[in-house]
């Protein structure tokens, strides 16, 4: 395997990056964001990396990497599929579509669907509580109100290869 790289444009918007913070530190997410998205997981190699890049020791950007849910330091499927099933939309349908989504991908114990293609993981609060239930794909596309046949809108589109489109976080007129 190759060791990873950062390029030329990558490591200026690095910079760019850094320059916006009062430390290099304070930069240390939105690049392994970046990271994550050229790399798709966050590897030991690639971890190693970012420290590099940004002069940090290696046991600091692993520890934040490690906290944080939205980073993958080790990819289980070529899809991320996240269900919320906190309280709101576990009560609203989300564990329901939790089982669905389970039975429908067929998953392993460690959800994964036998061909590799999705990976299944129960997510907290995505924060749009009033369209229950909530599916996250790659932590960066969300659904809303997703039914069963939604789900399965979902993942035909993601068989082939495409993301759902995006969908604004319908607002309730209070009055």
């Known amino acids: 395997m190759e060791t990873p790289q950062f390029s030329e444009e990558e490591r200026a918007r690095i910079e760019a990056l850094c320059r916006r913070y009062p430390t290099r530190q304070s930069a240390v997410?939105?690049?392994?964001?970046?990271?994550q998205e050229k790399f798709g997981e966050l590897s030991p190699p690639v971890l190693a990396l970012?420290?590099?890049?940004l002069g940090l020791p290696l046991a600091q950007v692993e520890g934040v990497a490690t906290f944080y849910t939205m980073y993958l330091t080790r990819r289980k499927g070529?899809?991320?599929?996240?269900?919320?099933?906190?309280?709101?939309?576990?009560?609203?349908?989300?564990?329901e579509l939790w089982d669905y989504a389970w039975h429908k991908l067929q998953l392993?114990?460690?959800?994964?669907?036998?061909?590799?293609?999705?990976?299944?993981?129960?997510?907290e609060c995505l924060g749009a509580c009033d369209t229950p239930p909530v599916v996250q794909i790659e932590g960066r596309r969300m659904a809303?109100?997703?039914?069963?046949?939604?789900?399965?809108?979902?993942?035909?589109?993601?068989?082939a290869g495409k993301l759902p489109p995006f969908e604004s976080v319908p607002i309730r007129n209070p009055d």
């Open 144 to 159: 809303f109100s997703v039914t069963p046949e939604k789900f399965d809108q979902i993942v035909e589109g993601l068989r």
């Open 78 to 95: 070529r899809w991320l599929v996240e269900i919320c099933t906190c309280f709101t939309c576990g009560e609203c349908g989300g564990r």
């Open 29 to 35: 997410m939105p690049v392994l964001w970046l990271a």
């Open 108 to 123: 392993n114990a460690e959800g994964v669907s036998p061909d590799g293609v999705f990976w299944l993981r129960e997510a």
């Open 50 to 53: 970012v420290a590099e890049t």
